[in-house]
């Protein structure tokens, strides 16, 4: 995330980090979005992640993700970030891993947040 170095320091070093993609905990993850938010950039996707020591852990079998829907070409900018972050925030406030997913249900996810800039959709 070209952001990452924009983020306030507290939220650096929260960061899960691998291969020069950042992940956080839920609280965090959160924050960034709301940073983001007034940065105007928008969140289009979210991969749930587990911070393990080797890189991140994608939970399987299922696969946690989250995609914003397409930007509607008359949709201003604005009007699209705000409504994809609220989504985005929504998403990270309401995750819970499924309920078969035993496996996974007493781990700590982690977020990894795909941000774009009006420029880059």
């Not at 939220?11 to 020069?20: F, K, T």
């Not at 938010?37 to 969140?43: M, T």
């Not at 949709?75 to 989504?87: C, D, H, I, K, L």
């Amino acid at each position: 995330m070209r952001a990452y170095w924009r983020l306030p320091e507290s939220l650096q070093i929260a960061a899960y980090s691998s291969g020069g993609e950042y992940a956080w905990p839920r609280d965090e993850a959160l924050l960034v979005i709301q940073h983001l938010r007034e940065a105007g950039s928008a969140v289009i996707g979210i991969e749930v992640w587990l911070a393990t020591e080797l890189g991140p852990t994608i939970p399987a079998p299922g696969i946690y993700v989250w995609e914003a829907p397409s930007r509607h070409a008359a949709e201003s900018w604005s009007v699209f970030a705000q409504g994809v972050n609220t989504r985005a925030a929504d998403y990270v406030r309401a995750f819970s891993w499924h309920p078969n997913d035993m496996k996974h249900s007493g781990e700590t996810p982690y977020f990894n947040l795909t941000g774009v800039e009006e420029g880059d959709c």
